[in-house]
């Protein structure tokens, strides 16, 4: 697969849901992981929660997150995936930072997140990006079939951007 140069990201709406499972099941989750139970129609349901971005070489989409209120103070991020061959390439990390922006925009203090005790080798990369494990937060949305995730944190600034401004907020329609 020859891969563009530039990757671009678009919001996402529930009606994404059939462009995003495939997506996050081509991440190559531990089948053992409630990852791999996932549906489409729970897709469709999270994005409706809150909401995601997908992102896109050329016309395919390549990766993918997702985002969802959890109290006043705390935005989770949530189903994050890119396909093997573009790992390496900013999208994961760009896909992070779009949530961090929205976070930023609406007035959430942080962004929590979940690593499932299958997929440990994450933990590098979200530290790299400024989470720190903390072991006394929750995350509200783990599955009672699966081990205790480790849960991550990092704190986010109000400040707005020209991202963050482009960003529709949920329920608000794109210009």
């Keep these: 697969m020859t891969l563009p140069r530039t990757f671009s990201l678009r919001p996402t709406t529930p009606d994404d849901a059939p462009v995003f499972h495939p997506v996050m099941m081509a991440a190559g989750m531990d089948p053992r992981s409630s990852w791999s139970r996932t549906t489409v129609d729970d897709v469709r349901w999270s994005l409706g929660q809150g909401g995601g971005f997908l992102a896109f070489l050329g016309e395919e989409a390549v990766g993918c997150v997702g985002w969802r209120p959890d109290g006043r103070e705390t ?5 994050l995936a890119t396909r ?3 790992r390496g390439k900013g999208i994961g990390a760009a896909l992070v930072r779009a949530v961090e922006e929205v976070a930023a925009r609406d007035g959430y ?4 997140l979940a690593v499932s005790q299958y997929n440990l080798a994450a933990l590098p990369f979200y530290e790299r990006l400024g989470y720190r494990v903390d072991g006394e937060a929750v995350y509200a949305h783990a599955s009672p079939h699966s081990p205790p995730p480790v849960v991550l944190v990092k704190a986010v600034s109000s400040q707005r951007s020209a991202v ?5 907020r949920p329920g608000q329609a794109e210009s």
């Design 75 to 79: 935005l989770t991020l949530n189903k």
């Design 84 to 86: 093997a061959e573009v």
């Design 109 to 112: 203090a942080r962004v929590l």
């Design 164 to 168: 963050s401004e482009a960003v529709p």
